[in-house]
Antibody, heavy 121, light 111 residues
Framework: EVQLVQSGAEVKKPGESLRISCKGS????????IGWVRQMPGKGLEWMGI????????RYSPSFQGQVTISADKSITTAYLQWSSLKTSDTAMYYC??????????????WGQGTLVTVSS | QSALTQPASVSGSPGQSITISCTGT?????????VSWHQQHPGKVPKLLIY???YRPSGVSDRFSGSKSGNTASLTISGLQAEDEADYYC???????????FGGGTKLTVL
């Protein structure tokens, strides 16, 4: 079964660092793009960025460039999203999602279950 | 502000058909056939409905169909059912550095 399993919920204070993970299984991890999507409470999906684990090519939405870092460790088939200094406005659900096919650049499936990040003093 | 523009809300009655539009530019929707649509029910993980403008993944009802004209893509849901009430998001490949852009989402209400 193809699946993405994300790390558990986090509660952090402003200024702290954080790395959340997304472990892929059941497919060739290095040949599919994996993206990250933010969903703030009661709001829509926001595109953050994407990585190709095969060569670690990474692209960011202009809104998130410099705010987060996306990486991947293909030896353990895991992608990461990290912050160096969290803000309260980073409170949101974060999803990872795999590009649906190696033959297209559209559509994401499967999705991880989501990681809830709460930043509060 | 999202890169792709969707109506905030649409509504329809059971059995009817509705269409959700998604407008971009020649750098994304208009230039490539890499448009997709996802459905999200409250509190749930998004689900892929359409990819490459018109294709449905296995298991997705044929009541969902996609199309594109110029810089605008559309999702049509026919034979509307109560379970279709959800948020719908379009996305597209973009030539810009981000590779992908999303729409702001459309809330579908089944009356």
């Amino acid at each position: 079964e193809v699946q993405l399993v994300q790390s558990g919920a986090e509660v952090k204070k402003p200024g702290e660092s954080l790395r959340i993970s997304c472990k892929g299984s059941g497919y060739s991890f290095t040949t599919y793009w994996i993206g990250w999507v933010r969903q703030m409470p009661g709001k829509g999906l926001e595109w953050m960025g994407i990585i190709y684990p095969g060569d670690s090519e990474t692209r960011y939405s202009p809104s998130f460039q410099g705010q987060v870092t996306i990486s991947a460790d293909k030896s353990i088939t895991t992608a990461y999203l990290q912050w160096s200094s969290l803000k309260t406005s980073d409170t949101a659900m974060y999803y990872c999602a795999r590009m649906y096919s190696t033959e297209t650049l559209s559509g994401f499936d499967p999705w991880g279950q989501g990681t809830l990040v709460t930043v509060s003093s | 502000q999202s890169a792709l523009t969707q109506p905030a809300s649409v509504s329809g009655s059971p059995g009817q058909s509705i269409t959700i539009s998604c407008t971009g530019t020649s750098s994304d929707i208009g230039g490539y056939n890499f448009v997709s649509w996802h459905q999200q029910h409250p509190g749930k993980v998004p689900k892929l409905l359409i990819y490459d403008v018109t294709y449905r993944p296995s298991g997705v009802s044929d009541r969902f169909s996609g199309s594109k004209s110029g810089n605008t893509a559309s999702l049509t849901i026919s034979g509307l059912q109560a379970e279709d009430e959800a948020d719908y998001y379009c996305s597209s490949y973009t030539i810009s550095s981000s590779l992908v852009v999303f729409g702001g989402g459309t809330k579908l209400t089944v009356l």
